[in-house]
């Protein structure tokens, strides 16, 4: 081939072809960002694809152009006596069979043969990946998924199909450049060298296929045929025969059905249908989709096991994520959907499309339990992406609910079992300016049952493409290794068994542990977009309403305090003004405006109050520390940094377990230094002389410094209301579940004896949590009937405390309700 290009007519011949296919063929490169950051283009740059292939070198050749490099068919600069600058990994000439991977090109030894005997100083080899289609090996098979790219090493007959068949979908990787010369360095001698670099670029090659196209998955019968005849499965089909005491074969035979019910039937196909479908479906309902930090993805998906764990706000994230992850060439993940969604038509759709069926109980069912645990470890052990949401459902209120573990105990004994794949988790938060079942939710909050899901919600959701959505943010957060959570929580897990059924006593305290780091994650990667903004400053309006002009301050003044102060540098933040977040949210219809003679009014109705809730819900944590802070100067007019700084740890463990904060109580006090000095110079607190002091009660800032505090101020009354609850009733006479079901009956009351419009204020879960916290804490222990106690002196320190952040009328007003509170024994049923 290279005399060929080196003649006149060779080059006019290579022109022409390469001008012929892309008459019809389309590119793009992926990953050049890496790429030219290491690259010096005065030195010799050799390209290596992995075989010989004249349409991967011609697409090759046309980005080269595109990106300004130089071309693979010139000879290299630097002093590199080499008539083109590229080599194939593999040299074979093959019509229809595979190129033998064995032969190595004479002009990577000559290369490497020239940096040994200082002919030049340099040569730098470029891998290079062409992708014709994307696709994994599976089990679907149209004419289309047949000729794509996968595991399988095309001839040329398989070529000249998929360029035909693929030629407008051809996607282009340059891998970060390797040096000869670092390894000539080394002095391991030309032969070793030499098989090191092929070694080096083979490893590079299947960890790129693996992270475009995925992993070389089996056909799915195939795998459900290994799978059922793992040693795990066999002993649960042997168990539950002699349980139940019915054949071998009928056991098997739930077994196998049981398979099929999990398992998902991953297909190329699907996919392409669905990004075509979904794509017209984003362009119509959404402003825009901004996808933030997906690099961080792209650089750790070759060679791990990646498994997103996204927050859960509406159906749309599986399909969006799946979406997003497509188009930016990186392979779509198995997604964990519930049994729920197994609906006709749908059902079968999602499970082409990746998605994997489980029952929302496996308890008292051994035999089921074992066939999706051992699916799972095949997921995983072969690198396929996985997807799975941590919090169980979709949030109704918006805040990041309590996670569940099953799925990452799962994972965890998985990895016990064999961690030669690193497990990487991804956090990834989803941000909706109007969720799409916002209308559902709206009616789940105000009491009515939740709706069980059905095929014909697919033409409720169409009737609502008439709303405007605005824009959808998806951000990666920071990745959350397990090998290195693992080193953290216990150093010496690996010196345990590894055997399937090895459980550690340690393992439950370490998955909740990891449970709370991913919601911690999740919460890190907040997008704050203007719904969330304006909702955080009109709820905290005593009544929902504010003149135009405050408005336009307290956004101005929550969008700077965020950027002086960012809670990580994963978060998003609008480039907009307080007028502009204003002029949004208001043509989305979600806040209304009212003229009079002074002035303009901008309001919340009702049902648009008890929905907003949910979108400031979805950014509270961001604001939870100075909103704190400013809670402590409703009642008092100056303070020290270190009563602040004493006061906000004591209340910050029960924020933390509720909102997901990320700090640890070890870091709290220069965060909290921080926060304070963040609001001196937005000029809601004032520093004199080492005392913190509030601004004059008649100011606009003061104003500012009060809707802050009021952000926050339901959380902390729901938080005394269990206290004055625990302690009106005798020491050790209540139940959690009978303190959980009392204080919901209360909150009830209270919201509507002050007409607070947000029913997460008398939700049972947040008391729930509360509760389990301060156990964790060993502010209260159980009897061996399950009745709480609390320390002796407990009563004062929670008073103590509510003095300094709850006003004297909230405090006497919950009091009073909780002393009215009858018997625990009574609430418990009416509950």
């Known amino acids: 081939m290279s005399a060929v290009y080196s003649s006149f007519f060779g080059r006019l011949r290579f022109g022409l072809l390469r001008r012929l296919l892309y008459s019809w063929a389309r590119s793009e490169s992926i990953g050049n960002g890496a790429f030219n950051l290491h690259l010096d283009q005065n030195q010799p740059i050799i390209y290596v694809l992995p075989y010989r292939s004249l349409s991967d070198l011609m697409v090759l050749d046309r980005e080269c152009v595109k990106a300004g490099l130089p071309r693979p068919v010139r000879a290299p600069l630097g002093g590199l006596d080499e008539r083109e600058s590229h080599v194939f990994l593999s040299d074979a000439k093959a019509w229809v069979r595979r190129p033998d991977p064995r032969k190595q090109s004479p002009r990577l030894q000559r290369g490497l043969e020239a940096v040994q005997e200082g002919c030049c100083d340099e040569v730098q080899l470029v891998?290079?990946?062409?992708?014709?289609?994307?696709?994994?090996?599976?089990?679907?098979?149209p004419l289309k998924l047949l000729f794509a790219y996968n595991w399988t090493v095309a001839g040329r007959l398989r070529k000249l199909l998929a360029i035909i068949l693929h030629g407008r979908k051809i996607r282009v990787h340059f891998g970060r450049s390797l040096s000869l010369r670092e390894l000539v360095q080394e002095d391991l001698g030309g032969e070793r060298n030499l098989r090191r670099v092929n070694r080096l670029?083979?490893?590079?090659?299947?960890?790129?296929?693996?992270?475009?196209?995925?992993?070389?998955?089996?056909?799915?019968?195939?795998?459900?045929?290994?799978?059922?005849?793992?040693?795990?499965?066999?002993?649960?089909?042997?168990?539950?025969?002699?349980?139940?005491?019915?054949?071998?074969?009928?056991?098997?035979?739930?077994?196998?059905?049981?398979?099929?019910?999990?398992?998902?039937?991953?297909?190329?196909?699907?996919?392409?249908?669905?990004?075509?479908?979904?794509?017209?479906?984003?362009?119509?309902?959404?402003?825009?989709?901004?996808?933030?930090?997906?690099?961080?993805?792209?650089?750790?998906?070759?060679?791990?096991?990646?498994?997103?764990?996204?927050?859960?706000?509406?159906?749309?994230?599986?399909?969006?994520?799946?979406?997003?992850?497509?188009?930016?060439?990186?392979?779509?993940?198995?997604?964990?959907?519930?049994?729920n969604l197994n609906m006709p038509v749908i059902g079968g759709i999602l499970r082409r499309g990746g998605a994997f069926f489980m029952r929302r109980s496996f308890r008292g069912n051994q035999l089921y339990t074992a066939v999706f645990n051992e699916y799972l470890h095949t997921l995983f052990s072969r690198g396929?992406?996985?997807?799975?949401?941590?919090?169980?459902?979709?949030?109704?209120?918006?805040?990041?609910?309590?996670?569940k573990t099953g799925l990452l105990a799962i994972t965890m004994r998985s990895f016990l079992r064999s961690s030669r794949r690193p497990i990487v988790f991804v956090p990834v938060y989803i941000g909706y300016e109007r969720v799409l079942e916002g209308r559902t939710y709206l009616g789940e909050l105000r009491g009515q049952e939740k709706k069980k899901e059905s095929f014909f919600d697919l033409f409720r959701v169409l009737s609502a493409l008439k709303l405007r959505f605005g824009q959808v943010a998806v951000n990666f957060g920071d990745p959350v290794s397990l090998h290195a959570f693992l080193d953290q929580q216990q150093p010496d897990w690996r010196q345990h068994s590894h055997a399937p059924e090895y459980r550690p006593a340690w393992l439950p305290a370490a998955t909740d542990q990891l449970a709370r780091t991913l919601a911690n994650a999740i919460n890190a990667a907040a997008d704050v977009n203007p719904v969330n903004l304006v909702a955080l400053s009109m709820l905290s309006a005593s009544r929902l309403a504010l003149?135009?002009?405050?408005?336009?301050?307290?956004?101005?003044?929550?969008?700077?305090?965020?950027?002086?102060?960012?809670?990580?540098?994963?978060?998003?933040?609008?480039?907009?003004?307080?007028?502009?977040l204003?002029?949004?949210?208001?043509?989305?219809?979600?806040?209304?405006?009212?003229?009079?003679?002074?002035?303009?009014?901008?309001?919340?109705?009702?049902?648009?109050?008890?929905?907003?809730?949910?979108?400031?819900?979805?950014?509270?944590?961001?604001?939870?520390?100075?909103?704190?802070?400013?809670?402590?100067?409703?009642?008092?007019?100056?303070?020290?940094?270190?009563?602040?700084?004493?006061?906000?740890?004591?209340?910050?463990?029960?924020?933390?377990?509720?909102?997901?904060?990320?700090?640890?109580?070890?870091?709290?006090?220069?965060?909290?230094?921080?926060?304070?000095?963040?609001?001196?110079?937005?000029?809601?607190?004032?520093?004199?002389?080492?005392?913190?002091?509030?601004?004059?009660?008649?100011?606009?800032?003061?104003?500012?410094?009060?809707?802050?505090?009021?952000?926050?101020?339901?959380?902390?009354?729901?938080f005394y209301m269990a206290s004055a609850l625990l302690f009106s009733n005798p020491n050790g006479s209540l139940t959690a579940e009978q303190l959980e079901a009392l204080c919901s009956v209360m909150a009830q009351r209270l919201s509507i004896l002050h007409g607070l419009n947000a029913p997460e204020f008398f939700d049972k879960s947040l008391f729930r949590q509360f509760i389990q916290r301060l156990n964790e804490m060993e502010v209260l222990s159980r009897d061996a009937e399950g009745r709480l106690s609390y320390l002796p002196g407990m009563e004062d320190i929670a008073e103590n405390t509510a003095r300094r952040v709850l006003s004297a009328e909230i405090r006497l007003s919950i009091r009073q309700v909780a002393r009215a509170s009858t018997p625990a024994a009574e609430p418990e049923g009416k509950a």
């Open 127 to 141: 891998p290079v990946s062409v992708f014709w289609g994307q696709s994994p090996d599976v089990e679907s098979s």
């Open 201 to 339: 670029l083979r490893v590079h090659f299947r960890q790129q296929r693996g992270a475009v196209i995925g992993p070389d998955l089996s056909h799915r019968r195939t795998l459900l045929k290994g799978l059922l005849q793992s040693p795990q499965v066999r002993q649960a089909i042997e168990r539950d025969a002699r349980e139940r005491g019915v054949e071998p074969a009928k056991a098997r035979k739930d077994a196998v059905r049981y398979a099929g019910e999990i398992a998902s039937d991953f297909t190329y196909s699907t996919i392409r249908f669905l990004e075509v479908v979904l794509s017209w479906f984003w362009n119509k309902l959404y402003d825009g989709i901004r996808i933030n930090h997906i690099e961080r993805v792209q650089r750790i998906a070759p060679g791990n096991e990646i498994i997103y764990v996204p927050c859960h706000r509406s159906h749309i994230d599986y399909l969006l994520l799946s979406c997003v992850l497509f188009q930016s060439n990186l392979t779509p993940p198995h997604i964990a959907a519930g049994i």
């Open 384 to 403: 396929f992406p996985t997807e799975y949401f941590i919090e169980g459902g979709r949030s109704r209120t918006g805040r990041a609910l309590n996670p």
């Open 547 to 580: 003149d135009e002009p405050t408005l336009i301050r307290v956004l101005n003044s929550y969008s700077a305090l965020l950027r002086r102060v960012p809670y990580s540098d994963s978060i998003t933040l609008p480039d907009m003004t307080g007028e502009q």
């Open 582 to 718: 204003i002029d949004y949210v208001e043509s989305m219809g979600m806040i209304g405006r009212q003229s009079d003679a002074l002035g303009e009014i901008l309001y919340l109705d009702e049902p648009q109050a008890v929905l907003m809730t949910y979108y400031r819900n979805n950014v509270l944590h961001l604001v939870a520390l100075p909103a704190l802070i400013a809670c402590l100067f409703l009642n008092n007019a100056r303070m020290s940094r270190e009563q602040i700084i004493r006061l906000v740890t004591a209340i910050y463990p029960y924020l933390q377990g509720e909102l997901f904060l990320q700090w640890k109580t070890r870091e709290l006090p220069g965060v909290i230094d921080t926060w304070i000095d963040g609001l001196i110079a937005e000029e809601l607190l004032q520093d004199n002389a080492g005392q913190i002091m509030r601004p004059e009660t008649s100011s606009g800032e003061f104003v500012l410094l009060t809707l802050l505090a009021r952000s926050i101020l339901q959380t902390l009354e729901r």
